[in-house]
């Protein structure tokens, strides 16, 4: 994951996913959030062979169900949270940087959607053999 600020925004990038998170600021105050991802990443059918960690020959049925599991669930996670996010914005609602317990608050599933995709790229990147564990 790599993290570019500007003056008014702010850019988090996962490379090995292709997507980019641009969190548009005023002051303390989030007021977009713009995702670009591949399309169809967070929905249809997945393909497990597009992840390293199981496209590994050798892996019993058991690991290999328990690592797309693992992928399937942070991609359900992610791409929901991105979709609250894209409707909350388009809705109009803006965020507080550091503010919580707002329901309103966009700051707590930015949050949840930046860790789920850095799972994701870490998953991504894994060296498999190291992945038996």
């Known amino acids: 994951m790599t993290t570019l600020v500007g003056e008014n925004s702010q850019i988090i990038q996962f490379r090995r996913l292709n997507i980019s998170i641009e969190i548009v600021r005023s002051g303390d105050i989030t007021t977009d959030i713009n995702v670009e991802a591949p399309e ?48 909350r914005t388009e809705a109009g609602e803006t965020a507080t940087v550091g503010r919580s317990g707002d329901g309103n608050d966009l700051e707590p599933i930015l949050q949840i959607a930046v860790e789920s995709l850095s799972e994701l790229e870490r998953l991504a990147t894994t060296n498999v053999e190291n992945q038996s564990a």
């Open 40 to 87: 169809g990443l967070f929905e249809g059918e997945f393909e497990p062979s597009s992840w390293t960690m199981t496209s590994c020959d050798g892996l019993s049925a058991e690991e290999l169900s328990r690592r797309r599991h693992d992928i399937c669930n942070h991609l359900h996670t992610a791409g929901m949270s991105l979709d609250i996010l894209a409707r």
